[in-house]
């Protein structure tokens, strides 16, 4: 098969470096890609959001597989793009990815919150306004406890969740988020919810809208400083297997929350043909919905590839041929554990173009290295985002699966790298 992803960061590397294992790939391009992508697939110069280019890329290279990384352009609709490419061009591939109007579960907040009433899965209970109903919002929030959650509706790159321990701050977080446009639409629309106090964790599923396979979870940490402190990223890194999700309560997520969501795709005719992320809160050993992400997670992607040992590609094409319910699902043993380097400053303000060094040491067979925001500058590679790269470690304990990612990013430098060296404390 001729495989085409889009994206460019460590979950598009670690998916590429998966598909590159199976003997069902014969050629696997990716667009735009990165420097590290580009040692194992043919970069591509499109954007994620050029359809006609993505379209035109796929008829002239016989894509049979269209993998979609980010939302972005899931929730623009590339699905139903590429289905009408069938009918009026006769492409012959098929898309991993949902509907645009099933991408809903994470392109609006509302939207997947009214989902999940309506196919009683438990979460956070809430309350939505906008513009219209302010004032409500305001005395909403007023009577609330606390802590509160406010979000925004639309996708607001990972920003859009405010967490406030107090009124006041709560009531300013809504005032920038409806009157001052703070994430512009994606605010437009503000999602009011209870604070669920627990452990946070990510499920993932493939699904073709009637069956689904459980391919993998994590636990990701997003503060910034050690011990979980300071503010939120998109991902200081993340382990694999979680201790704590154990058989009965993964048979608890399966029933309560994953069968019911797929369940619900099918009795509503939501088209969906791709990755679940559930995120879930684990309160007091019950499982709850905090978010659906219609994608696979940044950098959970990067532990659950490498302890996947089932043929990704093979996995799809059950998915879009009806008989993903007769694959098995097999895992390798042990911890897999991610440590994410990020630029000095990041996730505020933070500088691109520094070279990095050290990329070309060798590495143990039980180690990886994702790039995520590098890019090609002459002979160097440099920075190119706020999270550079990621190392993925595999042990026969989680620490020891940590310390060998941390033991690997001694030895790469750029200018304010800065990195956890805490991933998974609690588990050890």
């Known amino acids: 098969m001729n495989v085409l992803i889009l994206g460019s960061g460590g979950r598009e590397h670690a998916m590429a470096w998966k598909i590159t294992q199976s003997h069902h790939c014969n050629q696997l391009f990716v667009a735009p890609g990165n420097p590290g992508i580009a040692s194992v697939a043919t970069i591509v110069d499109l954007g994620v959001n050029d359809f006609e280019g993505i379209k035109s890329f796929c008829l002239t290279n016989k894509i049979d597989v269209l ?17 009408r490419a069938k009918i009026e061009n ?8 949902p509907s645009k109007e099933a991408a809903q579960l994470e392109g609006s907040k ?23 109903n302010f004032e409500e919002g305001k005395a909403y929030i007023s009577q609330h406890g606390l802590p ?11 920003k859009g969740v405010v967490i406030s321990e107090t009124h006041e701050d709560a009531l300013h977080a809504f005032e920038e988020m409806i009157v001052n446009k703070q994430f512009g639409k994606a605010s437009s629309k503000v999602v009011i919810e209870e604070f669920l106090k627990g452990i946070e964790v990510s499920v993932f599923a493939l699904t073709n809208g009637i069956d689904y ?17 300071g503010l939120n990223t998109g991902g200081m890194g993340c382990v694999t297997p979680v201790p704590f999700m154990d ?12 069968a019911p969501t797929v369940n619900g795709l099918a009795k509503e005719g939501l088209v969906y043909n791709g990755f679940i992320f559930f995120g879930l809160m684990n309160v007091n050993g019950d499982p709850q919905v905090i978010e659906y992400n219609c994608r696979m997670g940044d950098p959970e992607t990067e532990v659950v590839m490498p302890r996947l040992e089932t043929d990704l590609l093979s ?3 059950a998915m879009d041929n009806g008989t993903l319910a007769d694959t098995n699902i097999n895992f390798a043993d042990g911890y897999f554990a991610t440590v994410v380097a990020v630029s000095g400053g990041y996730p505020g303000d933070y500088k691109k173009n520094i070279p990095i060094t050290g990329l070309d040491n060798p590495l143990p067979a039980s180690s990886l290295v994702f790039h995520a925001g590098t890019k090609q500058d002459g002979d160097a590679i440099v920075t190119n985002g706020g999270r550079v790269l990621t190392v993925t470690s595999k042990g026969n304990r989680m620490q020891e699966a940590v310390q060998q990612s941390i033991t690997i990013l001694k030895d790469i430098y750029f200018e304010g790298i800065n990195y956890r060296k805490d991933i998974g404390y609690e588990f050890e």
Not at 90 to 97: A, C, D, L, M, S
Not at 112 to 121: E, G, L, P, T, V
Not at 247 to 258: L, P, R, S, W
Request: aromatic share 12%; charged share 25%; glycine share 12%.
């Open 67 to 83: 993998v979609v990384g980010p939302e972005d352009p899931l929730v623009n609709g590339i699905y139903d793009f590429m289905e």
């Open 90 to 97: 006769g492409w012959k591939g098929f898309v991993v990815g």
């Open 110 to 132: 509302a939207f997947s919150k009214k989902f999940m009433q309506r196919n009683a899965i438990p979460t956070a209970g809430y309350a939505e306004f906008t513009k219209d």
């Open 148 to 158: 509160i959650v406010l979000k925004a509706d639309g996708l607001a790159a990972g």
């Open 213 to 229: 396979k459980i391919i993998g979870h994590a636990k990701d940490y997003k503060r910034i400083g050690e011990g979980d402190t």
């Open 247 to 258: 058989d009965a309560f993964m048979q608890k997520v399966e029933e309560t929350i994953i």
């Open 315 to 317: 996995l799809f094409a």
